[in-house]
Nanobody, 120 residues
């Protein structure tokens, strides 16, 4: 079974940094777009950053200049470096990817989510 597993969340003070990682596993042939989403309590899930297989990136205005998304196609991983964190960044962060497998031409997958809390 294909799955995405996230790691790196935790508690950090305002202005601090965290690096999230997401690793795909299973019978993966290739991964197209990958992205990070976040969802705060009582709010809708929102896109934070996205990256194509070729490395083109997009960021939400709220994180632009502070967050950096990257990927390693050979390892089927995507990372999110988060700097200058603010309390409003507090949310559960989810990895998302479009994955092609031997048994399915295309399917969108979500990771289990990892909690990021920015607080003094």
């Amino acid at each position: 079974q294909v799955q995405l597993v996230e790691s790196g969340g935790g508690l950090v003070q305002p202005g601090g940094s965290l690096r999230l990682s997401c690793a795909g596993s299973g019978s993966i042939l290739t991964i197209n777009n990958m992205a990070w989403y976040r969802q705060a309590p009582g709010k809708q899930r929102e896109s934070v950053a996205a990256i194509t297989r070729g490395g083109s990136t997009k960021y939400a205005d709220s994180v632009k200049g502070r967050f950096t998304i990257s990927r390693d196609n050979a390892k089927n991983t995507v990372a999110l470096q988060m700097n200058s964190l603010k309390p409003e960044d507090t949310a559960v962060y989810y990895c998302n990817a479009d994955i092609y497998t031997p048994s399915a031409n295309f399917r969108n997958y979500w990771g289990q989510g990892t909690q990021v809390t920015v607080s003094s």
